[in-house]
């Protein structure tokens, strides 16, 4: 599992990898502690999964400016070659 968050509790994003695939994670990239992406290699073929924490009601106009501004950042990053899986969590636990 990579993990990235300011708090074990909240604001954090993590991405859980089964074992057999581990070896085939070519690439980790933290963007913020509210996203994170990894790069597969699965067969021939490369897959982006990005998980994302949105931002929620109550938060400022700013910081939602700014996720959107990140997420948009990373997902222009990808060649349109590769596959792209986007995980998003909505609320806190």
Do not use: C
């Not at 597969?40 to 931002?55: H, M, Q």
């Amino acid at each position: 599992m990579w993990y990235l968050g300011v708090k074990r509790t909240t604001n954090g994003v993590g991405i859980l990898v089964k074992i057999n695939l581990v070896e085939q994670v070519v690439e980790v990239r933290h963007k913020s502690n509210r996203i994170m992406s990894i790069k597969l290699l699965v067969g021939s073929k490369i897959l982006n999964v990005v998980s994302v924490f949105a931002p929620q009601v109550g938060l400022s106009e700013e910081i939602k400016r700014l996720f959107w501004e990140d997420l948009d950042e990373v997902v222009q990053s990808i060649l349109q070659s590769e596959g792209l899986l986007i995980g998003v969590t909505l609320m806190d636990i």
